[in-house]
C-alpha cells in the first residue's frame, strides 16, 4: 500500500511516499481504507519522536495523527462497526492508505458530512471538547478566553463554544486577518495579542467577572495576565506551551481566586482514557455534525505526493484552518 514515511535523506529527514506492507486488524482494531488526513502543529517535528514515545525507534515510520475513510475489515471482538462504516479516528500511523486502529478511537462519520471533514475532526475537536467540557467545566452562559485562538485547535474550540452558549467568546492572537476571520464563527472578542490588553478587555466586557474557562495554547508570557483575567472560581486549561513551559506563578491568586489550573495531553493517556475522551466527544458532537450546526474550517487540500509542500505551506503559519491530505 501506499503511505508517508518519515525518511532520512541526503538532506535530513523529510516525508517520503512508498510503499509498505499493508496492517491487519487486531482483535480490537478496525481496518480503515483511508481517504484523508489532517495535519496538526506537532507534525512539524521531522523526528522519530514526533510519531512515538521511544527516541530510538528507527527510520522510516508512517506518519500522521488522524484520518477518516471506510472500513474493510474488523477484528473479531469488536462492536459497534461493520465493513462499510464511513469512520474517523485520531490513530498514529494514518498517512496510508490502510489504517489499522482500535476501534475505541473510530467515530462513524453522519452521512451528512463529507470525509474530507471528518478528517479534519479527531485532534482538534477531541482536544478542543476534552479542554472545555472534561476539563474546563463549561456552562452554558460562561465566558471564555482562548490564548492563540487561532490555532486549528482553537478554531474549533470557539466553534464549540458558540453553538453551547457562552456568553462571551475572547480569543487572543497576533493576527488581526485571522481574527476577523473568526468572527463568523463565534468569536465576539478579538483581541490582538501585540496591541491590545487582553485583561482590560475581558474585564470590561464582563463588568469585571472575569472569564469562567481559559482554554491556554501559549503558557510563557499570558501567566499574570491569566490569572488578573481570571474570574472567582474560574477553570484554567494548559493545552499547548507554544510561547514556553516554564513562567513566574502568582498561587496566592490561584488561592483566592479559587480556580482549577488543569493539564492535557494525549501523549500519556492509556487506550482507555483516550477512547473516553472519544466517545465524550462523539456524544456530544456528532449530532451537530450530522446537522451542519459545526463544520471544520479547512484551509487547503494537498494530494499525499505533494506532502512536503503542505509541511511547508504548515511551518509558514499562514493557513487559516486545518491543512488536509488526501490518499
Same mark, same amino acid.
Given at each position: ?15 517520503v511516499t512508498d510503499d509498505v506492507p499493508c496492517p491487519e486488524p487486531g482483535r480490537n482494531e478496525i481496518l480503515v481504507r483511508a481517504r484523508y488526513g489532517g495535519l496538526n502543529r506537532a507534525d512539524q517535528n521531522l523526528k522519530p519522536s514526533t510519531y512515538s514515545h ?123 486577518e485571522k481574527l476577523d476571520n473568526l468572527g463568523p464563527e463565534g468569536l465576539t472578542h478579538p483581541i490582538h495579542s501585540k496591541t491590545q490588553d487582553f485583561v482590560e478587555i475581558v474585564r470590561e466586557a464582563t463588568d469585571g467577572h472575569g472569564a469562567d474557562v481559559i ?7 499570558? !501567566?499574570?495576565?491569566?490569572? $488578573? =483575567?481570571? @474570574?472567582?472560581? /474560574?477553570?484554567?486549561? #494548559?493545552?499547548?506551551?507554544? %510561547? ?56 487547503? !487540500?494537498?494530494?499525499?505526493? $505533494? =506532502?512536503? @509542500?503542505?509541511? /511547508?505551506?504548515?511551518? #509558514?503559519?499562514?493557513?487559516? %484552518? ?6
Open positions: 500500500m501506499k503511505a508517508l514515511v518519515l525518511k532520512q535523506t541526503s538532506k535530513g529527514s523529510a516525508w521511544s527516541l530510538d525507534d528507527e527510520l522510516p515510520q508512517i506518519v500522521g495523527r488522524e484520518m477518516a475513510g471506510v472500513v474493510e475489515a474488523v477484528g473479531k471482538d469488536v462492536t459497534g462497526f461493520k465493513t462499510g462504516d464511513r469512520v474517523m479516528a485520531m490513530a498514529s500511523r494514518s498517512f496510508a492508505e490502510h489504517v489499522a486502529v482500535d476501534h475505541r478511537l473510530a467515530v462513524v462519520v453522519p452521512q451528512a458530512m463529507d470525509l474530507k471533514d471528518a478528517a479534519a475532526v479527531p485532534v482538534n475537536f477531541t482536544t478542543a471538547h476534552d479542554a472545555l467540557f472534561t476539563n474546563g467545566g463549561f456552562a452554558k452562559g460562561d465566558a471564555v478566553l482562548i490564548h492563540a485562538v487561532t490555532t486549528s485547535v482553537g478554531i474549533a474550540t470557539v466553534q464549540l463554544a458558540r453553538h453551547f452558549g457562552a456568553s462571551h467568546v475572547f480569543g487572543t492572537s497576533s493576527s488581526t482554554i491556554d495554547h501559549i503558557g510563557k508570557g499570558v !501567566v499574570g495576565g491569566t490569572l $488578573e =483575567a481570571a @474570574a472567582m472560581r /474560574a477553570r484554567w486549561v #494548559s493545552v499547548g506551551r507554544m %510561547g514556553g513551559g516554564q513562567d513566574m506563578f502568582d498561587f496566592e491568586t490561584l488561592a483566592l481566586k479559587r480556580m482549577t489550573l488543569a493539564g492535557v495531553t494525549f501523549r500519556t493517556r492509556t487506550i482507555e482514557e483516550h477512547g473516553a475522551a472519544t466517545a465524550a466527544m462523539a456524544r456530544d458532537l456528532v449530532p451537530a455534525f450530522a446537522a451542519g450546526d459545526i463544520r471544520p474550517v479547512i484551509d487547503r !487540500v494537498f494530494h499525499i505526493d $505533494e =506532502a512536503m @509542500a503542505a509541511h /511547508a505551506y504548515m511551518m #509558514s503559519n499562514a493557513q487559516f %484552518g486545518k491543512i488536509v491530505i488526501e490518499f
